[in-house]
């Protein structure tokens, strides 16, 4: 907890800093700010929390801002707003958001405040009028908190003067109005209900139909074009049950302006799942959900049949095949369900590909699901016929690699052969890895010397940890120090290489300080500069390797500091006083 209060406090330094430096406040202030800010932190760290701490810290961050704005109007003082208003602003969003989150009713205790809330907005708004986010979050205090419709109404006209094509403002300007005629809707009952005088309670039919959102709908799709911006509006209007009109308009204008995307056609084809459908009445409870659950499912593909055709687009076929596999890895009770669903899945991955449509990244999933049902012969084909089609992709040739080797097929070799001609690092991985369980050692060597030619040199790197790994566990200490030995002139290197090595070294039961020495020594010539760890490495070594020679250290003391820089040093020289003291 004391770790986590100290980082709360780290934090707020900057904005102290700027208070103190502009002469807003003396040090003697800031002092006094920390040690509160940190008395107060300390309570809403506790493991038993009270609702009087929230609001005793959110009422000092308020009195906080109240105090700046007088002295900054007082010197006459404008600058640096950013780095100190705005801070204090987020922390007390954040206090708010963990306390309503534990007690819904916090707010009511902070009922006397909240016209301090709105100037906090105020404040916070006239500094970053650029942040869509902001104007929404005021927005929402506004309806929320304060129940000012007009208020909220105000500020999102306000913001969309600033942001005029901000999708987010006009969803929530959307989603505030239909909310707003909602809780209309709901008063009036009440009253009706309660057949009490609505003298005084004047109900407008526009806003109580909702009205007033469909006019911000209209004026958002003037600025704002896309299926998925419709939809999201559409979404949200569902959410309310008298916005039928309305949902009917915005799916007619969805239609009728979006029909070359394929977000359209997905929804429309998707929607028939809410549909009703009349099962037979001969069948039993289960029979009949389940031959429902097929009528819908065969509407909506006809659905996507006709999209594929007015649209066939790689993108349209995504989205035919999503929704299939979807419906595929739904559980059913239903075998018949069940065999449905597989056939029309992998019928129309089929059809996908035959079009040449088909997503490179769907290939992988239809091979996949081939295997899993045991189609072990269509799943080779397939991923043949994926590698033929995107012969550039690393991905395809992995899977069909994967298909290959896990079939125990005679074609893995001659297909790595055709596959690492894009020089990938992850094929000849795999073809290594592949190769030290099928081939012999001999063989396996011969590709390992053979990779490091024709990768490119950064690849090289990854392949010679590999390959000094591979002989250590296959030939021993001899083979794989024989195998560092024809590598160490061979740039570029990894230290892991070189790291590699000196475990070997250091797990024999003759380790040879010599040559321990000239591991460190060959990785210094390439890493000295850049890793202060090796340095330290090397002299723990001297000083506890029984061959070691402690007279060394300050020689290698000596050139670490004079390769080393920056940060480096200090970080170097730090590490080396704990080591002589015993303290590292």
């Not at 913001?159 to 505030?176: D, G, I, N, W």
């Amino acid at each position: 907890m004391a770790e986590r209060i100290e980082q709360r406090i780290e934090a707020r330094l900057p904005e102290l800093e700027q208070l103190e430096r502009v002469g807003l406040f003396t040090r003697k202030e800031i002092r006094a700010v920390i040690k509160k800010a940190s008395a107060l932190e300390y309570k809403i760290q506790r493991r038993a929390l009270h609702k009087e701490d929230f609001i005793n810290y959110i009422q000092y961050e308020i009195n906080l801002l109240e105090l700046i704005k007088k002295r900054r109007s007082r010197i006459g003082y404008s600058f640096k707003k950013d780095e100190i208003e705005y801070s204090i602003v987020q922390r007390i969003h954040g206090l708010f958001k963990r306390a309503t989150e534990k007690w819904k009713v916090i707010l009511l205790s902070l009922q006397n405040k909240k016209n301090q809330l709105s100037k906090v907005f105020s404040a916070m708004l006239a500094i970053h009028p650029n942040k869509p986010a902001l104007w929404i979050m005021a927005a929402k205090w506004e309806m929320e908190e304060r129940f000012s419709s007009e208020s909220a109404r105000h500020l999102f006209l306000r913001a969309l003067r600033f942001h005029p094509e901000s999708t987010k403002l006009y969803q929530e300007y959307f989603r505030m109005e239909l909310m707003h005629a909602e809780k209309q809707r709901k008063e009036k009952k009440e009253f009706e209900q309660a057949k009490m005088d609505l003298v005084g309670h004047f109900y407008s039919e526009e806003v109580l139909n909702g009205e007033m959102a469909r006019i911000i709908y209209r004026n958002a799709i003037e600025k704002i074009k896309g299926a998925e911006f419709y939809l999201s509006l559409l979404s949200i209007a569902k959410l309310f049950d008298f916005t039928q009109d309305l949902q009917k308009e915005i799916l007619e204008n969805l239609q009728a302006e979006n029909a070359d995307d394929p977000l359209t056609w997905d929804y429309m084809a998707r929607r028939e799942l809410e549909m009703g459908s009349l099962p037979s009445p001969e069948c039993t409870s289960k029979q009949m959900k389940a031959s429902e659950v097929a009528q819908k499912e065969e509407r909506c593909c006809a659905v996507f049949d006709e999209a594929v055709t007015a649209l066939p687009t790689e993108a349209m076929w995504k989205c035919y095949v999503t929704f299939c596999l979807e419906r595929l890895n739904r559980k059913t009770n239903s075998e018949e369900l069940r065999r449905k669903r597989l056939e029309r899945t992998l019928c129309v991955f089929s059809r996908a590909h035959e079009s040449t449509l088909l997503p490179e990244t769907l290939y992988k999933q239809w091979v996949h699901l081939l295997l899993e049902v045991g189609l072990t012969e269509k799943a080779t084909e397939v991923a043949a016929a994926a590698t033929k089609r995107f012969s550039q992709s690393v991905e395809m040739w992995h899977t069909r690699l994967q298909v290959l080797i896990k079939l125990n097929s005679s074609d893995v070799a001659q297909c790595f052969e055709e596959a690492v001609r894009q020089g990938c690092l992850p094929l000849w991985t795999l073809w290594v890895e592949w190769s030290e369980g099928a081939n012999s050692k001999e063989d396996t060597q011969a590709l390992y010397q053979r990779s490091l030619f024709v990768i490119n040199p950064a690849d090289s790197v990854t392949m010679k940890e590999k390959y000094l790994d591979w002989a250590y566990r296959h030939g021993g200490y001899k083979k794989a120090k024989k195998v560092f030995t024809s590598l160490h002139e061979s740039r570029p290197f990894s230290l892991e290489f070189f790291r590699k090595m000196i475990e070997i070294e250091k797990e024999q039961e003759s380790c040879k300080m010599l040559n321990l020495r000239e591991y460190y020594e060959r990785a210094l010539r390439e890493f000295g500069s850049t890793d202060s760890d090796l340095w330290l490495d090397y002299i723990k070594e001297e000083l506890s390797h029984p061959q070691g020679k402690p007279v060394n250290c300050g020689n290698i003391h000596w050139r670490a500091l004079k390769m080393l820089e920056g940060e480096l040093v200090e970080k170097f020289v730090s590490k080396y006083t704990l080591l002589q003291t015993g303290h590292l």
